[in-house]
């Protein structure tokens, strides 16, 4: 949750109005004082008022200046989508600005590289150092290096807005989501900031086909995923289907487990369910898919997501809450292969010479 409640502010819708009239009038003062009392009045307020607040947040975000409050409007927008505002309809500034400030920060990046020695540190994300020897760093602009210094200090606090509006859209992950993911991970790289629920969020798959090889059994299936957040989650939904499914011999997960997965309505609070490795999983030349990573990390070979399934080499088990508690995910079996087509795909692994061939 974005924020938490406080009590005893002014109607949402009032303090909304007066935002919007205040920045159209171009009012420095009048926006200062309008934003400070909605940003007080988005918590307390009911949700009528927050679902029609949320867009009209939104559609401010581009009026504010680089420099100000941006993101804070941003989080009060991805509250009210938080309690039902329609995410579609306030997506495309909040991740407009959240892409703008990724970009900035990798620019105060690459001007702090060239401006010093081989063997300086980027700096912490912290306001705190942003002093005249580093502005003067930057760039002779002044206002430019301020924006680059500020985008590079809260770039993390568009994650929860951002985060509001990609768990809760398959339309909005596939509008914006691969525009946003490359420049997101360049950051990451960095390591100064810790942007992992945003990339996450962004590389969710969405109606995705994988091809997926048993090789303990030589049994090759396509299934569809949409909406999960890690591999945990995709391990047991792919033990739920093909082994639940009595497709594969194994111990199926629990109902809990793959409960908690796939239930729309998240759990309220963490549980202490527990779900149990089922499989190895391996990429077609046989190196591991870490449980931690994502079904974006298949490779894709002659143009699918290919996946291997082996024994595990030890026992596997780990909280079965999913990454996103917002996110139910889903995994459907399609079809199962034909053996000519299973053969085929298992010549293309490393797995080829070591296969089980049902007779």
Same mark, same amino acid.
């Given at each position: 949750?974005?924020?938490?409640?406080?009590?005893?502010?002014?109607?949402?819708?009032?303090?909304?109005?007066?935002?919007?009239?205040?920045?159209?009038?171009?009012?420095?003062?009048?926006?200062?004082?309008?934003?400070?009392?909605?940003?007080?009045?988005?918590?307390?307020?009911?949700?009528?008022?927050?679902?029609?607040?949320?867009?009209?947040?939104?559609?401010?975000?581009?009026?504010?200046?680089?420099?100000?409050?941006?993101?804070?409007?941003?989080?009060?927008?991805?509250?009210?989508?938080?309690?039902?505002?329609?995410?579609?309809?306030?997506?495309?500034?909040?991740?407009?600005?959240?892409?703008?400030?990724?970009?900035?920060?990798?620019?105060?990046?690459?001007?702090?590289?060239?401006?010093?020695?081989?063997?300086?540190?980027?700096?912490?994300?912290?306001?705190?150092?942003?002093?005249?020897?580093?502005?003067?760093?930057?760039?002779?602009?002044?206002?430019?290096?301020?924006?680059?210094?500020?985008?590079?200090?809260?770039?993390?606090?568009?994650?929860?807005?951002?985060?509001?509006?990609?768990?809760?859209?398959?339309?909005?992950?596939?509008?914006?989501?691969?525009?946003?993911?490359?420049?997101?991970?360049?950051?990451?790289?960095?390591?100064?900031?810790?942007?992992?629920?945003? +990339?996450?969020?962004?590389?969710?798959? =969405? /109606?995705? !086909? &994988? #091809?997926?090889? $048993? *090789?303990?059994?030589?049994?090759?299936?396509?299934?569809?995923?949409?909406?999960?957040?890690?591999?945990?989650?995709?391990?047991?939904?792919?033990?739920?289907?093909?082994?639940?499914?009595?497709?594969?011999?194994?111990?199926?997960?629990?109902?809990?487990?793959?409960?908690?997965?796939?239930?729309?309505?998240?759990?309220?609070?963490?549980?202490?369910?527990?779900?149990?490795?089922?499989?190895?999983?391996?990429?077609?030349?046989?190196?591991? +898919?870490?449980?931690?990573?994502?079904? =974006? /990390?298949? !490779? &894709? #070979?002659?143009? $699918? *997501?290919?996946?291997?399934?082996?024994?595990?080499?030890?026992?596997?088990?780990?909280?079965?809450?999913?990454?996103?508690?917002?996110?139910?995910?889903?995994?459907?079996?399609?079809?199962?292969?034909?053996?000519?087509?299973?053969?085929?795909?298992?010549?293309?692994?490393?797995?080829?010479?070591?296969?089980?061939?049902?007779?």
């Amino acid at each position: 949750m974005i924020f938490k409640k406080k009590r005893g502010a002014a109607s949402l819708t009032a303090t909304v109005t007066e935002l919007e009239e205040a920045v159209a009038a171009r009012d420095g003062d009048r926006t200062e004082h309008a934003f400070t009392a909605m940003m007080d009045a988005v918590q307390p307020a009911p949700d009528a008022e927050r679902i029609l607040a949320g867009p009209r947040l939104a559609a401010l975000i581009p009026a504010f200046p680089p420099t100000g409050p941006r993101p804070m409007l941003a989080m009060a927008a991805g509250f009210c989508v938080e309690h039902g505002a329609d995410p579609a309809r306030c997506a495309e500034p909040i991740l407009g600005g959240a892409h703008q400030d990724v970009l900035d920060a990798l620019e105060f990046a690459r001007r702090w590289a060239s401006a010093g020695r081989a063997d300086d540190e980027l700096p912490e994300p912290d306001e705190k150092i942003i002093d005249d020897a580093l502005l003067a760093r930057l760039g002779d602009d002044r206002h430019e290096a301020t924006r680059l210094a500020l985008a590079w200090c809260s770039v993390e606090e568009w994650q929860p807005p951002a985060l509001a509006v990609l768990c809760r859209s398959t339309e909005v992950r596939r509008r914006h989501a691969s525009d946003i993911l490359p420049a997101c991970r360049d950051l990451a790289a960095l390591q100064r900031h810790d942007l992992k629920c945003l +990339i996450y969020a962004l590389a969710v798959l =969405d /109606d995705e !086909p &994988l #091809v997926v090889l $048993h *090789r303990p059994t030589g049994a090759g299936f396509e299934v569809r995923i949409s909406g999960i957040g890690d591999n945990f989650q995709l391990h047991t939904l792919l033990a739920h289907v093909l082994v639940g499914g009595g497709h594969v011999p194994g111990t199926a997960p629990s109902v809990a487990s793959v409960r908690l997965a796939t239930d729309p309505q998240p759990a309220q609070g963490r549980t202490q369910t527990i779900a149990t490795g089922t499989f190895e999983l391996l990429t077609a030349d046989g190196d591991r +898919i870490w449980n931690e990573g994502l079904p =974006d /990390d298949i !490779p &894709l #070979v002659h143009g $699918h *997501r290919l996946l291997v399934l082996d024994e595990p080499t030890y026992r596997r088990s780990w909280n079965a809450d999913r990454f996103f508690p917002h996110l139910p995910g889903k995994a459907e079996l399609t079809r199962a292969l034909t053996a000519d087509e299973t053969q085929a795909w298992f010549a293309r692994t490393s797995s080829a010479n070591k296969i089980h061939r049902p007779s």
